[in-house]
C-alpha cells in the first residue's frame, strides 16, 4: 500500500532538526500513489551524497510498501542548511517519525559556543563598536565551528589614566544606552569598578571562571521531564548531547593587536595567554596591514590559528577621538553614535576643552607598571 503526503503537513522549517512526528495528510488513494509517485532520494540532499555508503542513512523511498517500513523512523531526504532546496512535495510514509540524516544532526551539535569581549576606553561607545560585534560573530559562525551566544562590552576603568578618559560611570552608563536594543551584548561594569588598572588578560580571566561557573551549574540543573513517568537528569541523556567547553574571544580593532608590539605596553605572558589559551577576533580597517604584523610576530605567528582576522569591507572609520574633536568644536556627531547616546552627552555636557587635558601630565598606567616611570 503506497500513500503520498504532503511536505507541508510536517512544517519543516530551516534550521530545525532532530525528530519530526506530525499527522500526515494523506493526499492520494493507494492506486493514484502507486501508478505516479516521484521519487524523492538521497540525490537531493547534499550532504547525504557524501554519506550514500553509510548504512546510518536510508533515504525515503516512496514505492515502499507501508508493511515494509512499519514502526520504524524514517529518514528525511534533506539537509538543515537547504531545507529550501528539497522539493515541495516529498513521498513520506503516514504517522511515522522523520529523522534528519546523521551528518545533518552532526551540523549542529559540533557548534561550540563562543562569547565575544570587548575591553577599551569606549569613550564614548560608537556606531563602530557595536558593529565589530556583528561582524566578529558573522565571521564564527560562518565558521560552521561556533554559535556565538553573547557578546560583553567592559570598559576599564578609571586607573587606566589615558588622556582625556571622563569617568568610569559615565562611559558604562552610554555603554548601556547603546545597547538597549541589541538582544545578545551587554555590559560589564566589573572592570571598570576596580580601583586600579586590571590588566586585559586578568579581565579575560575573571570573565572566562564566570563563564565556565555559568556552564556547570547549568549542566547541574535538574530537568523536570517526564519520559516514561520518571523525572531525568540533563547528564542522563546520551553521550551525543554532551557540550564542549565554551570558547571566550577578545575582540579588538587592528590598532589593539598591533600595540602587542609596543614595548612596555603589554607583557608577553599576557600576549601569549589571550591569543594562545582563549584566542582573538580582530576587526581591520583601512591602511593597516594586521597580516603582515602576525607574520612578522614571533608570539603571534605560533598561535595565527588562533587568530580571526576580519575585514570590514564597507568603509567606517568612526573613532571616538574624532567624535570627542567634533563634540570639543560643537559639531553634531549624530548618525555616529547610538541617538540615546549622544542625548546622555548633551544632558550632562560631557567631552569639554577641559576633560579632554585630564591625565596630560600622567603616564599611562601600563607603562607606569612596566617602566622605571612607575613607583619601585
Known amino acids: ?53 553509510s548504512n546510518d542513512y536510508i533515504p525515503v523511498e516512496a514505492t515502499l510498501p507501508m508493511s515494509a517500513r512499519g514502526g520504524s523512523v524514517i529518514d528525511a531526504p534533506r539537509c538543515c542548511s537547504g531545507i529550501s532546496d528539497f522539493p515541495r512535495e516529498a513521498m513520506m510514509l503516514s504517522g511515522r517519525q522523520v529523522k534528519c540524516p546523521p551528518a545533518c544532526e552532526m551540523e549542529n551539535r559540533v557548534r561550540t559556543s563562543a562569547v565575544l569581549i570587548a575591553c577599551g576606553s569606549f569613550n564614548p561607545i560608537t556606531n563602530m563598536h557595536l558593529r565589530m560585534f556583528e561582524l566578529a560573530k558573522d565571521h564564527l559562525e560562518d565558521t560552521g565551528k561556533y554559535r556565538v551566544d553573547r557578546g560583553i562590552i567592559s570598559p576599564v576603568g578609571d586607573g587606566y589614566k589615558k588622556k582625556g578618559l571622563i569617568e568610569a560611570s559615565h562611559r558604562v552608563e552610554m555603554a548601556k544606552l547603546a545597547l538597549e536594543t541589541s538582544d545578545w551584548i551587554t555590559v560589564d561594569s566589573w572592570e571598570s ?9 586578568k579581565v579575560v580571566r575573571h570573565h572566562y571562571g564566570e563563564l565556565v561557573a555559568a556552564e556547570q551549574t547549568n549542566n547541574e540543573v535538574e530537568v523536570d521531564t517526564v519520559i516514561y513517568g520518571k523525572k531525568r537528569r540533563v547528564e542522563d541523556h546520551s553521550s551525543s548531547h554532551q557540550k564542549d567547553k565554551p570558547r571566550l574571544f ?124 612607575g613607583p619601585s
Open 193 to 201: 569598578l576596580q580601583p586600579e588598572w586590571v590588566e586585559t588578560a
Open 1 to 53: 500500500m503506497l500513500t503520498k503526503i504532503s511536505c507541508d503537513s510536517f512544517k519543516l522549517t530551516k534550521g530545525s532538526c532532530g525528530i519530526f512526528h506530525e499527522k500526515a495528510l494523506i493526499l492520494s488513494t493507494a492506486a493514484a500513489a502507486a501508478a505516479a509517485a516521484p521519487r524523492y532520494t538521497s540525490r537531493h540532499c547534499p550532504i547525504s551524497q557524501r554519506r550514500r555508503a
Open 250 to 373: 577578545l575582540l579588538c580593532g587592528a590598532d589593539v593587536l598591533e600595540s602587542f608590539g609596543v614595548p612596555n605596553l603589554w607583557k608577553q605572558e599576557d600576549i601569549g595567554e589571550l591569543v594562545g589559551r582563549y584566542g582573538v577576533v580582530c576587526i581591520t580597517r583601512n591602511g593597516s596591514d594586521v597580516e603582515k604584523f602576525v607574520h612578522q610576530s614571533d608570539a603571534l605567528w605560533c598561535h595565527r590559528r588562533n587568530i580571526h582576522l576580519v575585514r570590514e569591507w564597507v568603509t567606517n572609520e568612526i573613532s571616538a577621538t574624532h567624535v570627542r574633536r567634533a563634540l570639543r568644536r560643537g559639531r553634531s556627531v549624530r548618525y555616529l553614535l547610538p541617538d540615546p547616546v549622544v542625548w546622555y552627552i548633551q544632558e550632562k555636557r560631557l567631552y569639554s576643552v577641559e576633560s579632554e587635558r585630564k591625565n596630560e601630565d600622567v603616564p599611562l598606567a601600563p607603562l607606569a607598571r612596566y617602566t622605571d616611570a
